[in-house]
């Protein structure tokens, strides 16, 4: 059997489950993805302009948008189904827009005072993802990572593998879901991420900053474009 590369999976996960998405990242991080969302937002402050990396339905987007009502916000996602249902949700939203681009290829002709990502950086290899925000990135501005971590305690280790398998079991009944659940955790289990990221940033001079949340069940590193 083939090995499926983190980048492999992202047309499998994401080409049919754009419409029940928001409800299925709520229900199964038990409401903690607004919990960490809220977290993302509390690095923006008076930021003019917002990059939103991987929107997906823009859920985050939307957040962004009505904390800083006077922002120029645009959404990027590389799934058209998605970035679709971002469209959608913030129709009324004039300030905001959205590309259809692989955050890999970034190349969207300006620079932003802040880009976010929520659960983009696994998908993505650090150097090439790091180095085109920080082209797109205001001196002094901060990209903010948000993603999925394994815990390390041992104790929440096996609550958090039961839990996927039950999720997998789940997936039985939500059929667009059942790869997703599947192939999820080992992803989470496998990746590097965070120390990636750290690394790659650091080389590169961001001034960074980590934030554990939840268990260690996902983590935040925000890294700021020294002027
Ligand atoms: C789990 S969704 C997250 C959406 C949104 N950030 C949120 O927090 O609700 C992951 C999104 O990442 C997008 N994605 C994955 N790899 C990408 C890449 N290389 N460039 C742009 N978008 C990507 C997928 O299309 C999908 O919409």
């Known amino acids: 059997m083939i090995k499926k590369s983190p980048k492999d999976l992202v047309p499998m996960f994401f080409n049919d489950t754009s419409n029940s998405y928001d409800k299925i990242v709520n ?18 402050s008076a930021e003019k302009t917002v990059l ?3 929107c997906g339905t823009g859920i985050l987007t939307k957040q962004i948008a009505e904390k800083l009502p006077h922002a120029e916000i645009m959404g990027v996602d590389v799934t058209k189904n998605y970035l679709e249902k971002a469209k959608e949700k913030l129709i009324s939203f004039q300030k905001v827009s959205f590309v259809n681009q692989d955050a890999e290829k970034l190349d969207l002709g300006k620079k932003f005072d802040c880009i976010t990502a929520s659960y983009l950086p696994k998908y993505c290899i650090s150097d090439v993802l790091v180095k085109n925000c920080i082209n797109h990135l205001n001196d002094g501005g901060k990209m903010v990572l948000h993603d999925f971590t ?3 305690n041992k104790l929440v280790q096996k609550l958090w593998d039961f839990y996927f398998k039950v999720l997998y079991l ?3 009944f939500i059929p667009n879901w059942k790869q997703v659940f599947l192939d999820l955790p080992n992803l989470i289990k496998t990746t590097n991420w965070v120390e990636d990221y750290k690394e790659t940033m650091k080389n590169y001079g961001l001034k ?11 983590t935040i590193i925000v890294g700021t474009k020294i002027v």
């Open 27 to 44: 229900y199964t991080t038990f409401g903690k993805d607004s919990f960490w969302k809220h977290k993302i937002l509390e690095q923006l």
């Open 52 to 54: 939103d990396l991987a």
């Open 150 to 152: 394994y815990p390390k």
């Open 170 to 172: 789940i997936g039985f």
């Open 208 to 218: 960074i900053h980590t934030q554990d949340l939840t268990w260690g069940s996902s």
